[in-house]
């Protein structure tokens, strides 16, 4: 399907919605979504359209209260859970309206028309493909595909090394498997939205910030196989 519903594996990304702007250990994230789910099963009915509306209140009052990370990203209650993977509860594959998520803060335009920067990337097939085989929750997942900076640094390190995206992810798939790992290992960027913009100019070599990113002087086997890949 895309980068955010990847047909395989049983997980999906929910960053866009603001969830992980919350100041909240995972465990409590998963918690409030959960919460958000049963809530909505019992108080929504299509049928009722504004039952949609009085949702979002409830939500939107039990949660002013919890701290975030920035103030000025919104938090949408209608990401919730289905089964091991999460996505927008009002989406029309689930309602039948086509403008079921006007009832939300951003609107049916921009929660349809909007994708983020590792979406928009000309290798976003490569990557879904390449993370459907690994064994992720959504939760983890959601990490990994939003952040940009990370998959920016990958690419533009073998790219100085005259490798192609097309050969990067046919013969060098495992190495690009324990990179994400060690993303993972090192807690890189794992609660995350997908708004972060640079605001930093990048002076020193791609190599290196990965390097330095993903504290790869730890772990001089990953450097000596980059390094080797040339």
């Known amino acids: 399907m895309s980068l955010c519903q990847p047909d395989k594996g049983n997980f999906s990304c929910g960053s866009c919605c603001g969830v992980f702007n919350l100041d909240l250990p995972p465990d409590e994230i998963r918690k409030l979504i959960l919460e958000r789910t049963e809530e909505f099963k019992n108080s929504v009915d299509f049928k009722k359209p504004w ?67 590792n979406m928009e990337r000309k290798s976003s097939k490569l990557w879904e493909k390449l993370l459907g085989e690994m064994e992720l929750d959504s939760f983890t997942y959601s990490a990994i595909v939003s952040d940009y900076k990370t998959f920016d640094l990958i690419e533009k390190t073998f790219s100085d090394q005259g490798i ?67």
């Open 51 to 117: 039952t949609m509306a009085d949702f979002r209140k409830v939500r939107e009052r039990k949660e002013k209260s919890i701290p975030k990370k920035d103030e000025f990203t919104y938090n949408c209650p209608f990401l919730g859970a289905f089964d091991k993977k999460i996505g927008c509860m009002i989406h029309p594959i689930f309602s039948g309206d086509p403008l079921s998520q006007n009832y939300s803060f951003y609107g049916s335009s921009i929660c349809q028309g909007y994708e983020c920067r």
């Open 164 to 230: 192609s995206p097309e050969e990067l992810f046919q013969k060098r798939k495992n190495l690009l498997k324990k990179l994400i790992h060690r993303k993972i290992d090192q807690n890189v960027a794992m609660m995350n939205t997908s708004f972060e913009i640079p605001i930093e100019v990048e002076k020193d070599l791609p190599k290196n910030k990965l390097i330095q990113r993903l504290n790869l002087n730890a772990a001089p086997d990953l450097i000596a196989e980059i390094e080797t890949s040339k």
